[in-house]
């Protein structure tokens, strides 16, 4: 009977251990994952409208696809009231789309080109217990998760601002919490030929280290 006791009592040992282990791994799973803050990668794009008295469209510098520096001539338009018209890049990026060619009739309003920026930015939303871990101008590393060799690269806190009172409550209420603030956090990071617009990018709150 001792001898069994004894089994018992050993086995049951083994169980709590065992469940304590576990337990403490699954709380850091969880742990890992709320540390995890996903946002969907986007391009800023400015589209550039004529804003003269109407002309024809006598230089079409910029195609689709092209790379531009800030102040570079993309258009020049023969205006009849006011001469020769520059439409000039409002920064280095690429021009995204084209909708004038040369000798199209334009006037005020119309558009004639999409730019965008060099550069990426994801918004992410980071509760107010966590916020503190951020500051504007950081350097922060950024991960691609889903891509076949998933990648990482530098980026930077831009802005932090309260998110929009929509957000906070949508993330308390799926992680069943009384209401919390919520901050949306604006990170860029420069534009990269393995990265487009839409991918998922992701950041490890619990990588950084004060």
């Known amino acids: 009977m001792k001898i069994k006791a004894g089994l018992y009592i050993g086995?049951?040992?083994v169980l709590i251990?065992?469940?304590?282990?576990?337990?403490?791994?699954g709380k850091d799973a969880v742990s890992q994952?709320?540390?995890?803050?996903?946002?969907?990668?986007?391009?800023?794009?400015?589209?550039l409208f004529y804003?003269?008295?109407?002309?024809?469209?006598?230089?079409?510098?910029?195609?689709?696809?092209?790379?531009?520096?800030e102040g570079e001539v993309l258009f020049k338009v023969k205006s009849a009231g006011e001469g020769d018209k520059e439409v000039l890049a409002p920064y280095d990026g690429l021009v995204d789309r084209v909708n004038v060619e040369k000798g199209d009739q334009?006037?005020?309003?119309?558009?004639?080109?999409?730019?965008?920026k060099n550069t990426y930015y994801t918004d992410l939303y980071i509760q107010e217990s966590e916020i503190q871990q951020l500051e504007v101008n950081q350097s922060i590393d950024v991960h691609f998760p889903y891509l076949d060799q998933p990648m990482q690269v530098k980026g930077t806190v831009n802005s932090i601002s309260s998110a929009p009172l929509f957000a906070t409550l949508r993330m308390s209420r799926e992680k069943g919490q009384a209401d919390l603030s919520m901050?949306?956090?604006?990170?860029?990071?420069?534009?990269?030929?393995?990265?487009?617009?839409?991918?998922?990018?992701?950041?490890?709150?619990?990588?950084?280290?004060?």
Request: net charge negative; no cysteine; hydrophobic share 45%.
């Open 183 to 210: 901050f949306l956090v604006r990170i860029s990071m420069d534009s990269n030929t393995d990265l487009l617009p839409g991918m998922t990018a992701e950041v490890k709150l619990d990588e950084i280290t004060d």
């Open 11 to 13: 086995i049951a040992m």
């Open 33 to 47: 994952a709320e540390s995890r803050k996903q946002g969907i990668l986007e391009a800023e794009q400015t589209t």
């Open 51 to 69: 804003q003269n008295s109407p002309g024809a469209i006598a230089e079409a510098g910029a195609s689709a696809g092209d790379s531009v520096r």
């Open 106 to 116: 334009v006037q005020a309003g119309v558009p004639l080109a999409v730019v965008q």
């Open 17 to 25: 251990v065992g469940g304590s282990l576990l337990a403490v791994k």
